[in-house]
């Protein structure tokens, strides 16, 4: 296994466009999280599942986003009518929650995907 | 809600030498993990180091240590022995524990630049 990937890297659209992120977590992992990163900052929580269960969604996370995680496998993140303020690294992330011997459930992330908004 | 401030946004250390970075979180949880996450450049995030806040000693992962001080709700970073591959991005990290826990709370970052 050699990871959490996503796909595409990098992405540069034009304002009002739609946009799908893909992340494809560690084959066993049961948690799956979307973080956004802004330059020279902290990521930020977007939303997370548990299988294919979403948990949680941010308050950040507004009617234009939306994420999916159909089987529990890999997970989708779709900006409708993208606007300039969505440009940032959208990070995603997973973990065997409750399911390996460690009791904190590292977090292993992907390298992201820049996303670029004209 | 769970803030973590850290109020260093740039350091510099020398080769071989000792740097401390500062992080302090507020919350009202009682059970909770704080992490150090480095993320060098262009690169992906990875894990530092860990404390569960349940135990009183200190993390120590082979350069890398923590100073825990539940009661003052600070968390700082030792590195000894600087190296130049320690040259990233260091984000201090909050974790409710239990089932509702999961999701991580981040600081703004230190960035960290290991001079030869």
């Known amino acids: 296994d050699t990871g959490v990937s996503q796909d595409p890297r990098h992405k540069i659209t034009k304002r009002g466009q739609n946009v799908t992120f893909r992340c494809d977590p560690i084959?066993?992992?049961?948690?799956l999280y979307w973080y956004r990163q802004t330059l020279g900052q902290g990521p930020e929580f977007l939303t997370y599942f548990q299988n294919e269960a979403q948990l949680e969604k941010s308050r950040l996370l507004s009617d234009r986003f939306s994420a999916e995680r159909p089987k529990g496998s890999f997970s989708t993140l779709e900006i409708q009518r993208t606007e300039q303020g969505d440009s940032a690294m959208y990070l995603c992330?997973?973990?065997?929650?409750?399911?390996?011997?460690?009791?904190?459930?590292?977090?292993?992330f992907g390298p992201g995907t820049r996303l670029t908004v004209l | 809600a769970q803030t973590v401030t850290q109020s260093q946004p740039e350091m510099s250390v020398q080769e071989a030498e000792t740097v401390t970075l500062s992080c302090t979180y507020d919350t009202s949880e009682s059970n909770y993990y704080l992490f150090w996450y480095k993320q060098p450049p262009s690169r992906q995030m990875i894990l530092v180091i860990r404390q569960e806040a349940y135990k009183q000693q200190n993390a120590t992962e082979n350069r890398f240590s923590v100073n825990f001080q539940k009661a003052a709700k600070s968390f700082s970073l030792k590195i000894s022995d600087s190296q130049l591959g320690d040259t990233a991005m260091y984000f201090c990290?909050?974790?409710?524990?239990?089932?509702?826990?999961?999701?991580?709370?981040f600081g703004q970052g230190t960035e960290l630049s290991v001079k030869p």
């Open positions: 990290a909050f974790m409710k524990q239990g089932n509702q826990g999961g999701k991580l709370i």
């Open positions: 992330a997973s973990s065997p929650w409750g399911l390996a011997s460690l009791s904190y459930n590292e977090q292993f």
């Open positions: 084959s066993e992992h049961n948690r």
